[in-house]
């Protein structure tokens, strides 16, 4: 594969391909008549639609771990990798409803200076209704990609990459400043992720992390609201050990290993603000387990570029969406704005890896 296309986001594992539209090379004309199929479909990438007409693009590599991504919303509703060594060993990772809520989403807002009501910022949701299909690429059947573009971001140009390798999935997001003013941000990518039982969830690798309670951002495909996500909930009567959530704005330092998630929880795991402003400061980790005890599965987390990392859990009203268990979690800068300059460009990312083979 030419050099070109390595995408410099300095992952540890895996590489991420560069979209071919930031590199200086020329996309091959083709005709308005063709499916994306035809334009973009090669080994282990195939563009078709639901039975609805949505079109959705499928990737496969060698091992038989899979994806889909729905391409009018820039969506991953399914990640099926291949964690057992037996012919049939998939399992999905990804919990969504029959709403077409949860799965992976970028999540992006604009914040602006809202002097009027004397505020200290005014956040709103930037135009994600719209995306193209802007290139895919692929390394033999080992690794394919994805590249999107979003058409109704005003001034800003976003990139939106995912990817499949053997054992991982990534997503990655580029956005460029193409205004004359800087513009502030706060973006996460949201994933929700499926265990087999709530007294079964778990995660590790955040000892030591500072933390808050605090909302998700919104989004499309959240499947609980900021509000019900912060809501205090009653545990039961058989609920030893538990402790409720602290007020938002209070901060904590997580001093044991494993973070049980049996109960509902929405949190930010990072810097404080006023901790930042320090010449030297304690950072959150790159990467966290999540802990499926009732699969005996392990995911890996990994946080490129983003300042923070978003956690919640659903406690019982994960009992309204379905069968199983989930968790919201990603990398996220959702405690102060990422500032773009004009003619600029920021990247994140996030990866899902695992070694459960």
């Not at 265990?195 to 969830?201: P, Q, S, V």
């Amino acid at each position: 594969m030419a050099a070109t296309s390595l995408l410099s986001l300095s992952l540890p594992k895996p590489t991420i391909l560069t979209p071919k539209s930031t590199a200086s090379v020329t996309t091959p004309v083709t005709s308005p008549d063709q499916t994306l199929d035809q334009k973009f479909g090669r080994k282990g990438i195939r563009f078709t639609e639901t039975d609805d007409g949505a079109p959705i693009a499928e990737l496969t590599v060698r091992n038989g771990s899979s994806l889909r991504l729905q391409l009018n919303n820039a969506h991953v509703n399914s990640y099926k990798p291949k964690v057992y060594w037996k012919d049939d060993g998939f399992e999905e990772v990804l919990y969504t409803t029959s709403g077409a809520r949860g799965g992976i989403g970028l999540v992006i807002d604009s914040v602006s200076d809202d002097l009027k009501s004397k505020s200290k910022s005014k956040s709103e949701g930037v135009d994600l209704s719209e995306w193209v299909v802007k290139d895919a690429d692929s390394d033999s059947i080992d690794a394919v990609q994805v590249e999107l573009s979003c058409t109704t971001s005003g001034t800003l140009d976003i990139t939106y990459v995912i990817s499949l390798y053997a054992l991982s999935m990534a997503t990655a997001v580029i956005v460029k400043n193409n205004g004359r003013k800087p513009v502030n941000l706060k973006s996460a990518i949201l994933s929700h992720l499926k265990f087999k039982k709530r007294g079964g969830t778990a995660i590790d690798g955040l000892k030591g992390c500072s933390y808050c309670t605090h909302p998700p951002l919104s989004s499309p495909f959240e499947i609980l609201s900021p509000p019900e996500a912060v809501k205090p909930e009653d545990p039961g009567w058989f609920s030893f050990g538990w402790e409720p959530e602290k007020k938002g704005g209070v901060w904590s330092v997580q001093d044991v290993p494993i973070t049980i998630l049996k109960h509902k929880l929405s949190r930010v795991y990072g810097t404080p603000l006023e901790e930042r402003l320090k010449e030297f400061y304690n950072t959150i980790p790159s990467k966290y387990e999540t802990l499926d005890q009732g699969r005996e599965l392990f995911f890996r987390v990994i946080r490129i570029g983003f300042e923070d990392i978003y956690l919640s859990s659903p406690g019982s009203l994960s009992e309204k969406h379905g069968n199983g268990y989930f968790i919201c979690t990603g990398p996220a800068s959702i405690l102060a704005p990422i500032t773009i300059q004009p003619g600029e460009e920021w990247r994140g990312a996030q990866v899902i890896e695992h070694d459960n083979l």
